[in-house]
């Protein structure tokens, strides 16, 4: 989770122009109301004091809470850092929803393990739980959260499991082989919401084609029969074959396809209202920064053709900083067109294919609720 990723981003989205679309606006963050009392929307406030506590004095952290270990160090202004993450992904839904922008994108954000009461997996407070926290509270019925992060979004699905308004999807390495260890299929939400939580569990290995199989076999669908009125996004970006930290095998044309598919999802089921997060990713060089500098360009209208080479002044400066150069261009060479393959599951499924059997235990967890049909779209 080191920061520099972020800085990376930041740059070569200004190098590739990015930031200069018309209509894109890089805003500050800021808290909601000027305090950090938001954080309670979605978090226990003997928590958020726990937090400020270490954040003070880092000896004093708490494991109790998940603070001072070894996922979740203590820092000092971890409090203040972590609360304007959260207050920036507040601020897009608010203007998301009131019709300030279309898209929101924090790259900062998708703090997706961070629980009502401890932390977890890197990450403090759950941004983007206060997000939809905040639009159900002004208004919204029915809010979307789709995750493709290659770790479970086990907090916000645990934080809105009993919650029929939220639809959570998650596609993700199976936790039989990662951590946070949960997100099966089977595991489909409380008794007051049956159906609103979706886990889609893939082999380690999964590439390209199949992983984008298995996305568009059960998202679109879904999201579609759900009809929300906002849609979240996590695009975590370590489910890349380089990623130090999982198992699966996708390329940047991959991940760049399917943002592509999330916007237009947001434009036919929402209007546009997307707010679009960061979240995992730990090969900070040659991953994280050419993802995310396509979720921002798609969220602009103004993508980036993968085949792009990556500006020298921005070589340059990695070369200076890390004693290499970093990636030549902006895809991995897997797409043809700026398209990456992908077989349809209108042709119905293969029981005896891995990723195949991972998209059926989920499509016959959760289809009925639907009215959908498991074996054929």
Same mark, same amino acid.
């Given at each position: 989770?080191?920061?520099?990723?972020?800085?990376?981003?930041?740059?070569?989205?200004?190098?590739?122009?990015?930031?200069?679309?018309?209509?894109?606006?890089?805003?500050?963050?800021?808290?909601?109301?000027?305090? =950090?009392?938001?954080?309670?929307?979605?978090?226990?406030?003997?928590?958020?004091?726990?937090?400020?506590?270490?954040? +003070?004095?880092?000896?004093? +952290?708490?494991?109790?809470?998940?603070?001072?270990? $070894?996922?979740?160090?203590?820092?000092?202004?971890?409090?203040? #850092?972590?609360?304007?993450?959260?207050?920036?992904?507040?601020?897009? #839904?608010?203007?998301?929803?009131?019709?300030?922008?279309?898209?929101?994108?924090?790259?900062?954000?998708?703090?997706?393990?961070?629980?009502?009461?401890?932390?977890?997996?890197?990450?403090?407070?759950?941004?983007?739980?206060?997000?939809?926290?905040?639009?159900?509270?002004?208004?919204?019925?029915?809010?979307? %959260?789709?995750?493709?992060?290659?770790?479970?979004?086990?907090?916000?699905?645990?934080?809105?499991?009993?919650?029929?308004?939220?639809?959570?999807?998650?596609?993700?390495?199976?936790?039989?082989?990662?951590? /946070?260890?949960?997100?099966?299929?089977? =595991?489909?939400?409380?008794?007051?919401?049956?159906?609103?939580?979706?886990?889609? #569990?893939? /082999? /380690?290995?999964?590439?390209?084609?199949?992983?984008?199989?298995?996305?568009?076999?059960?998202?679109? !669908?879904?999201?579609?029969?759900?009809?929300?009125?906002?849609?979240?996004?996590?695009?975590?970006?370590?489910?890349?074959?380089?990623?130090?930290?999982?198992?699966?095998?996708?390329?940047?044309?991959?991940?760049?396809?399917? %943002? !592509?598919?999330?916007?237009?999802?947001?434009?036919?089921?929402?209007?546009?209202?997307?707010?679009?997060?960061?979240?995992?990713? %730990? $090969?900070?060089?040659?991953?994280?920064?050419?993802?995310?500098?396509?979720?921002?360009?798609?969220? +602009?209208?103004?993508?980036? /053709?993968?085949?792009?080479?990556?500006? !020298?002044?921005?070589?340059?400066?990695?070369?200076?900083?890390?004693?290499?150069?970093?990636?030549?261009?902006?895809?991995?060479? !897997?797409?043809?067109?700026?398209?990456?393959?992908?077989?349809?599951?209108?042709?119905?499924?293969?029981?005896?294919?891995?990723?195949?059997?991972?998209?059926?235990?989920?499509?016959?967890?959760?289809?009925?609720? %639907?009215?959908?049909?498991?074996?054929?779209?």
């Amino acid at each position: 989770m080191n920061p520099i990723r972020l800085d990376l981003t930041a740059r070569l989205c200004r190098e590739l122009g990015v930031f200069d679309a018309p209509g894109l606006e890089v805003v500050p963050p800021s808290l909601p109301g000027g305090t =950090d009392d938001f954080l309670t929307w979605v978090h226990n406030p003997d928590y958020v004091d726990a937090v400020r506590r270490a954040s +003070a004095d880092p000896a004093r +952290a708490d494991q109790a809470y998940g603070l001072g270990t $070894e996922d979740d160090p203590a820092f000092a202004g971890m409090h203040e #850092a972590s609360s304007l993450i959260a207050g920036s992904t507040v601020q897009l #839904a608010e203007a998301v929803w009131r019709g300030t922008l279309d898209h929101g994108v924090n790259f900062g954000g998708g703090l997706h393990h961070a629980m009502r009461g401890n932390a977890s997996g890197f990450c403090i407070y759950n941004d983007a739980a206060l997000g939809i926290q905040w639009l159900l509270d002004n208004g919204a019925e029915r809010v979307a %959260y789709v995750d493709v992060d290659v770790h479970h979004g086990d907090g916000v699905e645990r934080i809105f499991w009993n919650d029929p308004r939220v639809l959570t999807i998650s596609i993700h390495e199976t936790g039989r082989v990662l951590f /946070p260890g949960t997100g099966f299929p089977g =595991d489909i939400g409380g008794p007051d919401a049956l159906g609103s939580a979706i886990n889609i #569990a893939l /082999p /380690p290995g999964t590439r390209d084609g199949p992983w984008l199989r298995a996305l568009h076999a059960v998202v679109p !669908q879904l999201v579609r029969a759900f009809d929300p009125q906002v849609l979240v996004t996590q695009q975590g970006c370590d489910s890349h074959y380089s990623d130090p930290l999982a198992h699966m095998a996708l390329s940047v044309d991959a991940q760049r396809s399917a %943002y !592509q598919t999330l916007h237009d999802l947001a434009h036919q089921m929402t209007g546009g209202k997307w707010i679009a997060l960061g979240g995992g990713g %730990y $090969e900070l060089i040659d991953v994280v920064p050419r993802a995310w500098s396509h979720l921002t360009a798609i969220a +602009a209208h103004r993508p980036v /053709p993968l085949d792009t080479a990556i500006p !020298q002044t921005w070589r340059d400066h990695v070369q200076a900083t890390f004693g290499r150069p970093g990636p030549a261009r902006m895809g991995d060479g !897997q797409a043809e067109h700026d398209q990456v393959w992908y077989r349809s599951w209108a042709g119905g499924a293969d029981p005896e294919n891995s990723v195949d059997r991972a998209v059926i235990a989920t499509r016959e967890a959760v289809f009925p609720y %639907y009215g959908l049909d498991v074996w054929f779209d």
